[in-house]
C-alpha cells in the first residue's frame, strides 16, 4: 500500500519562505513521477509543480514559475516544494501525489496521478 505524507505547511508571512516535503512508503519511489497541488477554499484544485522520476524533467505553473523549486531525494523517498516570495494567493491545503512511470514526459492533470497524500495547510497572512 502506497503511502504519501506531507509535512511542512504553517501560517508564513507575505513574502516568507517555505519547504514542504512528502515521504512516499509502499512502493518504489524511483519510478514514481510526483505532482505538488493545492486547493483554496472554493477553487478547483490545480498543479503546482511536477518532476519526473530521475528529475531530469521539472515542471512549474506559471503562477508560481521563479518562486516555487519541485525537487526529489530518490534516496529519502521525498519529494519537496520550496517556496519563497510568498503571497496570500499562494494560501490553500498543498497535496502531493504520485504516479507510475519513470519517462520524462509530465502529468499537470490531477486525474492522472494514483497515489495522493491528506495535504498540508499553507497559510499567508500578515
Known amino acids: 500500500q502506497v503511502q504519501l505524507v506531507e509535512s511542512g505547511g504553517r501560517l508564513v508571512h507575505p513574502g516568507g519562505s517555505l519547504r514542504l516535503s512528502c515521504v512516499v512508503s509502499g512502493g518504489t519511489f524511483s519510478t514514481y513521477s510526483m505532482g505538488w497541488f493545492r486547493q483554496a477554499p472554493g477553487k478547483d484544485r490545480e498543479i503546482v509543480a511536477a518532476?519526473?522520476?530521475?528529475?531530469?524533467?521539472?515542471y512549474s505553473a506559471n503562477s508560481v514559475k521563479g518562486r516555487f523549486t519541485i525537487s526529489r531525494d530518490n534516496a529519502k523517498n521525498t519529494v519537496y516544494l520550496q517556496m519563497s516570495s510568498l503571497e496570500p494567493t499562494d494560501t490553500a491545503v498543498y497535496y502531493c501525489?504520485?504516479?507510475?512511470?519513470?519517462?520524462?514526459?509530465?502529468?499537470?492533470?490531477?486525474?492522472?496521478?494514483?497515489?495522493w497524500g491528506q495535504g498540508t495547510q499553507v497559510t499567508v497572512s500578515s
Open positions: 501525489a504520485a504516479r507510475e512511470g519513470s519517462g520524462p514526459r509530465l502529468r499537470v492533470s490531477e486525474f492522472e496521478y494514483t497515489y
Open positions: 518532476i519526473s522520476s530521475n528529475s531530469a524533467s521539472r
